[in-house]
């Protein structure tokens, strides 16, 4: 997996690239979206549109994120989720978790 | 061991995460020799890894003298995975519900449930000491 960022409109956007199945890749998105976390950087979109697949390791880091900015009153919403992940959030029950959205611009403007 | 070794239909590796990939670009490419469609092989990659990443951390806890063994077979309309560690075997039914109110934000805990939601069938059985884990998809 490859991982590349920025910011639009004061929102940070994630983009993640690959695949995400646990090991050193996996790390680099948690730790990521902890940086921003610490940075009080707090309203975050991940943008899914390059990630082939994810595992339960990548539910688990998305969950992570979604939990500590809920906690520390900041928020992660998801944009442009490919059939194969939207299958698995669906089958995972964690489609009812996150905000998602068609497309990266219409997630951060939901953030207005 | 020290690295990944290929031997066939079957690929061994160290008790290392930094080997996911390994396995991965393993069976895709046979996948693909087979002409399985783009949506089955991700099916069957992500279950593998599920199967590798258990394997790996809880199986064999990680130690660098146990390996996990990753074999592929194919009939004429399934294919079927197989993933063998050095562990000491679980028993799938103290897995809790992924699904539950209180377990749905827990950050792990759904890896097998994904593997039965996304596989036609999961085989689970004691192999020399260790667990072994047989997954089939259907490609025709």
Redesign the interface.
């Known amino acids: 997996m490859r991982l590349s960022d920025r910011e639009q409109d004061g929102i940070i956007v994630l983009e993640p690239k690959g695949k995400i199945m646990g090991g050193p890749d996996a790390s680099l998105l948690h730790d990521k979206l902890y940086e921003f976390i610490e940075q009080d950087k707090k309203k975050v979109v991940i943008d899914l549109s390059q990630v082939d697949w994810m595992n339960s390791t990548g539910l688990g880091i998305l969950i992570s994120g979604y939990t500590t900015l809920r906690n520390t009153n900041g928020e992660l919403k998801l944009a442009s989720v490919t059939d194969k992940i939207q299958s698995l959030l669906t089958i995972t029950k964690l489609v009812t978790v996150f905000e998602a959205y068609d497309t990266v611009d219409e997630a951060v403007e939901s953030f207005k | 061991m020290k690295k990944p070794i290929i031997s066939g239909d079957t690929i061994t590796i160290p008790s ?3 080997y ?2 390994d396995v ?1 670009v393993f069976i895709e490419g046979i996948l693909r020799g087979y002409g399985a469609d783009e ?1 089955v092989i ?1 099916d069957v ?2 279950s593998v ?2 199967l590798v ?1 258990n394997a790996i951390l809880h199986g064999n806890r990680s130690s660098d003298v146990k390996t996990v063994k990753v074999t592929i077979a194919r009939n004429s309309k399934d294919i079927s995975i197989t993933v063998v560690d050095e562990g000491q075997g679980f028993n799938p039914d103290d897995i809790e519900d ?2 539950a109110d209180e377990n ?8 097998i ?2 593997v039965r ?1 996304l596989m036609d069938d999961v085989d689970i059985y004691e192999d020399n000491g260790g667990t072994a884990i047989k997954i089939t998809k259907s490609i025709g």
């Open positions: 290392s995460q930094e996911l990939t991965d949506s991700a990659a992500i890894s599920e990443n992924p699904l749905l934000l827990k950050e792990a805990g759904r890896g449930f994904i939601s």
